[in-house]
């Protein structure tokens, strides 16, 4: 195992005290074993509100892909698109390396002040730079926070970009030295694309390779 699930979690809680973070945590929305044994990532940017009676501190979800398992207690938008994501990239979704950048729970992102969204990225760095190994090919991001730490752990360029057929919204695909692909989506829990006819033929074009 490239990373020890003990250390983190406590490394987790030793920011978690000292920034003041008070609505819990998680890094993985599938079980830790998942690590190392997949080559697809989704990556979103740090968890919402949670199902009523979730623990909302846990470093992973051993139950299975959480989109999956709370798709009918779920108070996040996100998941029917998590899940609408996965048919389209024919996968299930216990296939896809699931979790966010960073591992705090909060509302809206906003509600962090600056020192909490430098610190969150900053641990959420820690563990991707460790997970993220040659085996993993496709890594979908959600927005420019996400993409931001991702592309900077696997040196990637900028390969292609599309509008998204929404709006002036762009769609974005990165590229390594070693091939893996990095693409970045829209905020799902915001913008449904994989519900919206027009954003179809884009998302075919920016996954051309992985449909």
């Known amino acids: 195992m ?12 030793e920011y ?3 920034y003041t973070f008070t609505d819990g945590y998680k890094i993985l929305y599938c079980p830790w074993s998942s690590i190392g044994n997949l080559n697809t990532a989704f990556i979103s940017l740090n968890p919402g509100k949670s199902p009523i009676n979730a623990d909302l501190k846990t470093i992973s979800d051993e139950r299975g892909n959480s989109y999956e ?6 108070q ?8 609408r994501l996965s048919s389209f990239i024919k996968l299930k979704p216990n296939q896809i390396l699931t979790g966010v950048a960073c591992p705090f729970r909060g509302d809206r992102w906003n509600d962090f002040n600056s020192s909490q969204k430098e610190a969150g990225l ?3 760095k820690i563990f991707w730079s460790k997970v993220l ?3 993993i090919k496709l890594i979908i991001t959600l927005g420019n926070e996400t993409t931001k730490l991702i592309t900077e752990i696997k040196d990637s360029k ?3 970009e599309i509008n998204s057929g929404w709006g002036n919204y762009n769609l974005k695909r990165y590229t390594d030295s070693k091939n893996t692909k990095i693409i970045q989506l829209l905020h799902l829990s915001t913008f449904k694309l994989f519900s919206r006819p027009k954003c179809i033929t884009p998302l075919k074009e ?3 390779d992985f449909i």
Do not use: A, H, R, W
């Open 2 to 13: 490239m990373i020890d699930k003990d250390d983190y979690v406590e490394k987790i809680q």
């Open 16 to 18: 978690e005290k000292q």
């Open 69 to 74: 398992v709370e798709k009918f207690t779920t």
């Open 76 to 83: 996040s938008p996100l998941t029917d698109q998590f899940l």
């Open 122 to 124: 900053n641990i959420g």
């Open 133 to 135: 190994d040659e085996k």
């Open 158 to 160: 900028l390969e292609k």
């Open 206 to 208: 920016i996954f051309e």
